[in-house]
């Protein structure tokens, strides 16, 4: 079956006809999760959250792995994280303002460290720190409060618990006995997604990482993506494990990457018919970094943004709060500002699917019905040609200002030379109505 719709998909790139939004999945899926993954399509823009234990070392969250810490001593600097600052409301205004349409946060990360209530072990925020709050379940009443959607990531590797065993190719200094139950670890990942799915109000959905620690276990993936989807029926399955999507998957996400492009090194070209996502980094970190500086410039990220809709594609763009519980100013500026953009511009990125042609190294585009937005990024061009067959165009505007654009069909595509009135730092954004109805 999956090799019929792999050779389908294959046909229909070489066709050039792109997948319509209700085009083949994987499998077939109940109609509140084809909802769910159509929904997906049309957000366009998430905020990423890694927030935990590591973010009080300001070295990103792999400080556990990368400073050999053992168990031992994590589990006292666990005992003191104590966020005070923490507020839920403006987190999620902030993404609200942002643009963003639903967060994604770190539930339990590789440290194994539960940042929410859980009954499955002591381990967590409620009943490891001075703090006693679970602050997954303030998010998750604000999301609802606030019209955005929450998905818990959710990791299968785990450095701290003793069943995680036998051993992945990470977590080996932790100090754990050489001993440990796998299926135990197992039925306990499925406990604490039982209680996330339960106690949370209905969720975007999970977002899995980490089982590339051990590409070649049994993960009981089919046991685990059915308790989901029977608990939730609408909530999304979107798994980093940087494969071609597997069944009951919903979602495929490239992590650091535009779909097809594997800069990372880790990440498969091969593209699915499933919502697309990219999840990005704002510095180079994930979680809180305190030397890290390299924030990318609100042109870059918008760039990001506008790259990954002409690929059909989500930006999931990432903040690494402080341990207080307070978001870096430099976040919070640049999400500011994507969200004044989107304001203006957002009509040319939600609801929108890929354009005619992929991203070129001029911008990219972007399509909604009979309208295709033509994004140009690189701020010297003087004209741009969309290499595709549109058929007549009916009117050809700039989105900023109505004004007239004047566009060529030449045997190359369409041709379009920018008005010299038309500037913007970001993106110029030409809007050609296709049809035959000159107005
Ligand atoms: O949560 C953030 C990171 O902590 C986590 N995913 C994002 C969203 C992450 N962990 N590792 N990575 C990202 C980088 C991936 C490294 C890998 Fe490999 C390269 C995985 C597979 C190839 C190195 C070699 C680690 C395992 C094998």
Redesign the pocket.
């Known amino acids: 079956m999956r090799r019929l719709i792999l050779i389908l998909a294959v046909t229909t790139a070489v066709t050039g006809l792109s997948a319509t939004p209700q085009g083949p999945s994987l499998t077939a899926v109940p109609p509140e999760r084809a909802a769910a993954r159509e929904w997906f399509r049309d957000a366009k823009f998430g905020m990423?959250v890694?927030w935990g234990v590591y973010s009080l070392l300001g070295q990103?969250?792999?400080v556990m792995q990368n400073q050999k810490l053992p168990s031992s001593s994590y589990e006292w600097l666990a005992t003191t994280f104590n966020p005070v600052k923490f507020d839920a409301a403006s987190w999620v205004a902030t993404a609200k303002a942002a643009g963003a349409r639903y967060i994604t946060i770190?539930s339990r990360?590789?440290d194994g460290f539960s940042m929410f209530q859980t009954k499955a072990t002591k381990y967590n925020i409620v009943d490891w720190t001075a703090f006693k709050r679970d602050p997954m379940k303030e998010l998750a009443d604000e999301c609802r409060r606030q019209g955005l959607k929450l998905f818990f990531?959710y990791?299968q590797?785990d450095w701290h618990h003793p069943d995680f065993y036998p051993r992945?190719?990470?977590g080996a200094a932790s100090g754990r006995p050489d001993s440990g139950d796998w299926n135990k670890y197992l039925d306990f990942m499925d406990d604490q997604l039982t209680e996330l799915l339960t106690r949370y109000g209905p969720l975007g959905g999970i977002w899995f990482?980490?089982m590339?620690?051990k590409?070649n276990a049994n993960w009981r993936l089919d046991r685990t993506y059915a308790l989901i989807h029977r608990l939730q029926p609408s909530a999304l399955i979107v798994p980093?494990h940087?494969k071609a999507p597997l069944p009951g998957e919903d979602v495929q996400t490239f992590?650091?990457d535009l779909p097809g492009a594997n800069t990372?090194?880790?990440n498969t070209r091969e593209i699915s018919t499933l919502p697309l996502e990219t999840?990005l980094t704002m510095n180079n970190s994930?979680?809180f970094n305190i030397t890290d500086q390299k924030f990318k410039s609100t042109k870059d990220l918008i760039g990001v943004l506008v790259r990954a809709a002409g690929n059909g594609a989500n930006l999931l763009l990432?903040v690494g709060p402080r341990p207080d519980g307070t978001l870096q100013p430099e976040a919070v500026t640049r999400l500011q500002d994507i969200g004044a953009w989107l304001q203006r511009f957002g009509v040319s990125i939600y609801e929108t699917r890929k354009g005619p042609v992929p991203p070129q190294p001029w911008g990219a585009t972007t399509r909604k019905d009979n309208t295709v937005y033509v994004h140009v990024l690189d701020t010297a061009a003087t004209s741009v040609t969309v290499a595709a067959n549109l058929g007549p165009i009916a009117r050809a505007t700039m989105l900023s200002t109505n004004e007239r654009v004047e566009t060529r069909e030449t045997g190359a595509g369409v041709t379009i030379t920018l008005p010299k009135t038309a500037t913007a730092d970001v993106d110029r954004i030409v809007l050609l109505r296709l049809g035959a109805d000159v107005r």
Do not use: I, K, R, V
């Open positions: 990423f890694h990103g969250e792999w770190t990360h590789h990531y990791s590797l992945g190719g990470t990482d980490g590339w620690d590409p980093n940087h992590e650091q990372a090194g880790f999840s994930w979680g990432n």
